[in-house]
Nanobody, 119 residues
């Protein structure tokens, strides 16, 4: 079964950058489309980036240009680079397969990584 481990979050200043990592267990990573999501306090989880096995990426229009998703199939790892951080980027960031992973009949999510943007 899949396991997802997000890392790389932390406290950053507005205008700064962070790179988040998503380590994925299992041998099927390289054939999976993947996505990054975020959930801010009091808000619903939203998709911020997707990437196919052939590195085709998509972003919501409002995030285009600041968010960059990439993957290293040899390391079973996906990355999210966020540039020009804004306070509204503060959220817990999660990664998942597309569609989302199912374990024991339920959507499976990792623990996420907290990103806090503040001066």
């Amino acid at each position: 079964q899949v396991q997802l481990v997000e890392s790389g979050g932390g406290l950053a200043q507005p205008g700064g950058s962070l790179t988040l990592s998503c380590a994925v267990s299992g041998s099927t990573f390289k054939i999976k489309s993947m996505a990054w999501y975020r959930q801010a306090p009091g808000k619903r989880r939203e998709v911020v980036a997707t990437i196919t096995p052939t590195d085709i990426t998509t972003y919501p229009g409002s995030l285009q240009g600041r968010f960059t998703v990439s993957r290293d199939n040899a390391k079973n790892t996906m990355y999210l680079r966020i540039n020009n951080l804004k306070p509204e980027d503060t959220a817990i960031y999660y990664c998942n397969t597309l569609p989302t992973a199912i374990v024991a009949g339920h959507d499976y999510w990792g623990q996420g990584t907290q990103v806090t943007v503040s001066s």
